[in-house]
């Protein structure tokens, strides 16, 4: 061989020796300025507890739509179990680590995020690019004056049936208190259990108790009333709604071990298995999973808790179901803006009603709706509140209930634990 090919030949190995051991120190993935070397991405984390039913479809499809608009940008989801959710979100909020754009509870820890100076206010934003959002989910992501969230969608509460089975018993569909606790007797003695209610995860167990004031307070004002201290919660509407809860628990209605169960693995199974004949709480954070478990098994649709009376109109809870905020310490601020803007986009309406989800706005597709998704549309319409911005009563509903779930409260010993975690 040639002095001058041997020279060569001699750098070309070199070189390739030390690409290599730039690719294998990682040093490769972490050169922009480098000649010949792609540019690194713009990573936008996000953040989800909803990984039960088709959320994760409907987030997949938002981030690759978006990366396919902007090739440089890296939407990596995660999702976490809503039981350590709130523990993790908080550790890394105080940290200064958040995800870019995370999901954020409905409920009073919405508000005490909304005022820890961690989010970015996002009035200004949302008048850009975004929708127009309905006016009573403007006024619920509202807090001081500024909106904190981009509401994705809208849900409903209400109890999944089997109507199978009911038609095999000779059972109607309830429509009063009494009628309910009837219809839990009746499947008692043909071996199956009432509602399936999993409390582990603690909120399922406080929507109960809310949806029994949407009948004990006809005002529909006395929740929102007591939550803002003008009123205590030992009013009797509030009571009242305790003691129905209690006397569910008493009558059977409720399957047992509700304190055990988490809501979407061990109360759904009993209900697909078709150990229990109803399952609560059910909305379209869920209904495409319970379609596909079911399948074929046996013809299932919702009703909400019934009132007190029969011939009463029969209203179920909700208000906004996923809602998105995105984190004042984040680097890419306006990218995860602009990421929020198309998942809320007519595009992004699309996959939420293919999928059985309702748009936080309004909604001019073609999409053939299903008789559930029908159903939970008209349930929309008439839907009462299932919020408590007040932190420490929230979490004192949500404790409490397991109580009485449990046997070890009263109703009135819950009701005063609302009155002292109120301070009033």
Known sequence: MKRKDAAVVLASLVLALFVAFGAFAGGAKEAPGAAGAAPAKTVIEFW???????????????????????????????????TEYLVKLKAVLAGQEAPD??????????????????????????????PEFFPNIMNAISVDG??????????????????????????????????????????????????????KDLWAGADVFFAQIAYTDPTHTRMAMADAGEISWNSPEFVRAAEIVAEYVREGVIAPGANSMDAFVGAKNLFVQQQSAMFYPV????????????????????????????????????????????????????????????????????????????????????????????????????SQSRVVYDTAVYTAVMNGMQGIYGGTLTPQQFIDSLVKAAGK
């Open 48 to 82: 989800s507890w909803n990984n039960e039913g088709s959320y994760p479809i409907v987030h997949e499809d938002a981030e690759k739509r978006y990366e396919a608009a902007n090739p440089n940008v890296d939407i990596r989801r995660e999702y976490i179990s809503y």
């Open 283 to 382: 909305g379209n954070f869920v209904t495409g999973g319970l379609t596909a478990d079911i399948g074929d098994s046996f013809k299932w649709s919702l009703f909400p808790w019934p009132p007190m009376r029969r011939g009463e109109e029969m209203l179920p809870t909700g208000g906004v179901a996923e809602m998105f905020v995105v984190a004042k310490d984040s680097d890419q601020i306006e990218t995860a803006i602009d990421f929020l803007r198309l998942m809320t986009d007519d595009a992004g309406k699309e996959i939420l009603v293919k999928n059985d989800f309702i748009p936080s706005s309004d909604y001019e597709g073609s999409v053939e709706m299903s008789d559930l998704y029908k159903n939970m549309l008209d349930a929309q319409s008439k």
């Open 101 to 130: 754009c995370f999901q954020i509870p409905w409920a009073g820890e919405y508000t005490e995020l909304a005022r820890s100076g961690k989010l970015v206010p996002l009035t200004e934003h949302l008048k850009t690019g975004f």
């Open 146 to 199: 500024d909106a904190w969230a981009v509401p994705l969608d809208l849900n409903t509460l209400q109890i999944a049936w089997n109507q199978t089975m009911f038609q095999d018993l000779g059972l109607s569909m309830p429509r009063s208190k009494d009628e309910l606790i009837a219809v839990a007797k009746a499947l008692q003695k043909n071996g199956k259990f009432g509602v399936a209610l999993g409390t």
